[in-house]
């Protein structure tokens, strides 16, 4: 079997060095679609090195987004990177990401749960500098063909919208050129600049990044649940259920809880298809 379950969960963590400055965040905020207007105060929190904050999901590439690649070539993972697809994403923040930093990170395979016809890999990569704690990043990994083990078959449980309107709803246009731009941030799967690629792949063009998706939602429940205060998330959680064009629009319907907002992201050109479903951000 290509995943010797016991095997991947008990292998010892493994660590790599992390650095990054503004520029690699100013590249990846311009990268979830920030800086329009270019001139407004609120844009330049995220563009401006004099004024700059940083959004939480840049957790998921600083560094160059290194745990997938570490975590999919752990001992008892030996999977067809056909097959792989990103599932879902939790970030959770032990303190504010400074705006330079070299720190550790430490991943390992934290849970292999069997869907029948697919396995969920559980990537967790815990982050600390000298301070101490910055962040731990859940990825789920889906693998199709993969499944049918006879092993856990992990949380079942489903987190529906709330049963009345959304509190807010904005929408978010994806430049043409948002994924070539977002890429270069880390990930440099062709799937998401090369037509042909995408094809093979079964698309008819290239698809925008998840994880961009993920940042341009974030962005949005800041900009306006949160009254552009960054500092207020302390995680961020989502479940992958569709794809998002270049091109596209990306709807973003937010509903406010006590301390959390949850929300539902859907591609509006195409009938509002799922993007990101089963999606909170916890706040102060």
Not at 176 to 182: G, S
Not at 209 to 232: E, F, M, N, Q, W
Request: one cysteine or more; a negative charge.
């Amino acid at each position: 079997m290509p995943i010797d379950v016991a095997k991947a969960v008990s292998a010892e963590p493994r660590t790599a060095a992390l650095s990054w400055g503004h520029k690699d965040i100013q590249l990846y905020h311009l990268g979830v679609g920030a800086g329009v207007p270019a001139t407004d105060p609120d844009e330049l929190r995220y563009t401006l090195e004099s004024k700059l904050h940083v959004l939480p999901s840049f957790a998921t590439v600083a560094g160059g987004g290194m745990a997938v690649a570490g975590g999919m070539s752990a001992p008892g993972i030996d999977v067809d990177l056909a097959a792989v697809l990103h599932g879902g994403q939790t970030v959770q923040l032990h303190r504010a990401i400074p705006l330079a930093g070299d720190a550790t990170q430490t991943s390992k395979v934290a849970a292999v749960y069997d869907k029948g016809k697919a396995a969920v890999i559980v990537l967790r990569s815990d982050v600390a500098d000298a301070d101490g704690p910055l962040w731990t990043c859940d990825t789920r990994i889906f693998v199709r063909g993969e499944g049918g083990f006879g092993g856990d078959r992990g949380p079942a449980d489903r987190l529906e919208p709330p049963a009345r309107e959304p509190d807010l709803t904005v929408d978010r246009a994806i430049r043409e050129d948002q994924a070539l731009l977002y890429r270069l941030s880390g990930d440099w799967n062709p799937l998401h600049a090369d037509p042909e690629f995408a094809k093979v792949a079964g698309f008819d063009r290239p698809i925008l990044h998840g994880l961009c998706s993920y940042g341009i939602a974030l962005k949005a429940v800041v900009d306006t649940a949160l009254g552009g205060d960054v500092a207020r998330v302390r995680s961020y959680a989502t479940r992958f259920a569709g794809i998002v064009f270049p091109g596209e629009t990306l709807r973003i319907r937010m509903w406010r809880e006590q301390d959390s907002v949850q929300l539902l992201a859907t591609a509006v050109e195409r009938d509002d298809a799922p993007v990101l479903t089963e999606t909170v951000v916890k706040h102060d």
